[in-house]
């Protein structure tokens, strides 16, 4: 048995036995993030807040890879990947993830009027500890 | 034959459905393909402020990549790729106290990616003290140069 197998899928105009990685579509000799969940969650901050929390429990038992993306606290009708900076707004964030949770952290600098704001996290079942 | 390929519906969905997001799989859309993932971790050793450490890809191209820092040895909390704020969470970094003033807990990655290394570079306000900072890393097969 030769050891080159599996199931590849490549864009048109591109050899399956000598595209490169870049022009693959699919090969499964390289795996992809598969979704554990997809799901969003929104808090209302009160004004001149200095801090705030939103917690995403999962049951995995691992640190998994996750991606987040939230509102704007003037505008909801688009996103801006976490971590975000201060610009344009004077709003810090980070997110990180444990064992049984991925956790949004904001940080105000208390001169912000009250808003509320939408979090989408999509954690992966892929493994990072 | 235009339509023609690989298609695997999630649950509830047939394969008639249009919209990519109902698939698990349509060889219509190219994958964001893991093509290495590790870990490791850096110290930054008093008195320096910063440390940094480039990992080769071998690829031939500038690729995505997503980095995951547990910023605070033994915190098990794993921050999502640049952390540039205080949190307050004493588990961002290390506290640093200096000339009167208290800055938060801060720990700052910066990451670039060129043709041939992901390269991370951790920065603290805290030089007076040593410590470890562990990273897991993604590099996709994917471009993510311009």
Redesign the interface.
Known sequence: MTTDYGIK?T?AGYDVASA???N????SS????KVYSDSTSSLTIPANAT?ATIIFSHSLGY?P????YSTVYTDDTYSRQ??R??SPQPV????????SSV?F?I?LDGSAPEFSITLRCIIFK?R?? | MADYGIKVALPGYGVAETDPRNYAFWSKYSTVKIYAQGSGTLTITTPASSNSVNIAHGLSFIPMYLVFSQLKDGSGKWFINRTVMATGDADAGEQYVAGGYSFPPYEELGAYVDATNLHLEYATYNSAASHDIDYYYFIFGDKGGI
């Open positions: 899928v864009e490169d990685i870049e693959i579509i699919f090969s390289y795996p992809f993030f801090s640190v890879a996750f991606t987040m976490i971590p900076g201060v810090f964030s980070s997110a990180y993830a444990t064992t956790v952290l940080k892929d990072i500890s």
